[in-house]
């Protein structure tokens, strides 16, 4: 089943044939979630506003008992949270979920954009941190399964470019390529350490070393405080 702007039809079948990978369980404090059926999701203004014109992007499909939005290949998407906007300045990661089952998939891309306003009331002075996601990155796009994208938006690198500021994210740009597309548990969440503090003889919060390293306990200085992993048992031939 396909639905456009409340109007559902059935369709013939194309895409996956099994919903996306469970995301884990997460304290609801330390997740953000645009698009999931596993977290509660945060006000949305519009989920397709036309960044590309009047036809619609996406629409939402239910597969294997899972929702999930099917991309039309319009070029771009465009989700507006002006009204509801997002201090992501502490999360870490950017997580979503992704199929396509285009078998020509050279050059194909599927980029997402975080863009910050900076608190204005329109886009004027907007930046933006995109993740690109491609046939070369790491992980690719690939034919016919699932793929899991989780990246660290802290810091710029191969998926990542732009600006890292996103204290005031107001929209959420998504343009590709390819002309058929599925995407689903998109959200940002941050990395929750074990409680625990300096002296307790375990390792746990941020620490590198037990009882040491981190932001909280001194650093690290002497041997090691755990042993090299065992190597694997191998025929002594």
């Not at 995301?23 to 590309?52: E, H, M, Q």
């Not at 005031?168 to 390819?178: G, K």
């Amino acid at each position: 089943e396909e639905c456009i702007d409340g109007d559902c039809n059935f369709i013939p079948f194309s895409g996956p044939n099994v919903g996306a990978p469970n995301p884990p369980s997460r304290d609801p404090s330390n997740v953000i979630s645009i698009y999931s059926d596993a977290y509660t999701n945060v006000n949305i203004d519009n989920f397709d506003f036309g960044l590309c014109g009047s036809a619609s992007a996406v629409a939402e499909e239910m597969i294997d008992g899972n929702s999930m939005q099917h991309y039309l290949g319009e070029g771009c998407q465009g989700i507006s949270i002006e009204n509801n906007r997002i201090d992501a300045s502490s999360f870490t990661n950017l997580h979503f979920d992704f199929f396509t089952d285009e078998t020509n998939l050279i050059g194909k891309v599927f980029n997402i954009k975080l863009v910050d306003w900076a608190g204005n009331a329109t886009e004027s002075g907007a930046s933006g941190l995109e993740i690109n996601f491609n046939d070369g990155t790491n992980p690719a796009i690939i034919l016919d399964s699932w793929v899991s994208v989780d990246v660290d938006i802290t810091s710029l690198g191969a998926l990542i470019v732009g600006n890292l500021t996103i204290s005031d994210i107001a929209q959420i740009h998504i343009t590709s390529n390819l002309s058929n597309a599925w995407y689903d548990n998109l959200y940002l969440y941050k990395e929750a350490f074990l409680s625990g503090d300096c002296d307790d003889g375990l390792m746990n919060q941020d620490e590198t070393g037990i009882d040491c390293g981190g932001v909280n306990c001194t650093p690290c200085s002497g041997p090691p405080s755990f042993g090299a992993l065992s190597p694997p048992s191998r025929d002594p031939a």
